[in-house]
C-alpha cells in the first residue's frame, strides 16, 4: 500500500475480518499503533499489515487433529482404595 497512508477503524476491522471494537480494544492494549485525530483513531496502515501477517503465520502454525483422533490416548488407571 502507500507510504504514509492511515486507515480508521472501521477500515482496519474491515481488512483484520474483525468488528470494530475489537480494535478499539487491540489500541488501548497497545496491541496496534494508532494516533487520536480530533474525533478518529487513525491506524498507520504498515501497522495492520504487520498484525494481520503474524495472525496469519499463527494460524498457519496450528496443526489439527486427524479425524477420529480428538482425544489423546490414555491408560485407565485403577481407583485408589482408602
Do not use: C, H
Request: charged fraction near 30%.
Amino acid at each position: 500500500m502507500v507510504k504514509g497512508a492511515f486507515l480508521n477503524t472501521r477500515q482496519a476491522a474491515r481488512l483484520l475480518k474483525v468488528d470494530s471494537m475489537t480494535i478499539y480494544r487491540m489500541i488501548y492494549a497497545k496491541r496496534l499503533r494508532a494516533y487520536r485525530r480530533r474525533n478518529e483513531w487513525r491506524i498507520p496502515v504498515r501497522a495492520v499489515e504487520t498484525l494481520k501477517k503474524a495472525r496469519q503465520i499463527v494460524k498457519g502454525s496450528i496443526e489439527k487433529p486427524a479425524q477420529g483422533d480428538n482425544l489423546p490416548n490414555r491408560e485407565v488407571l485403577p481407583k485408589a482404595t482408602a
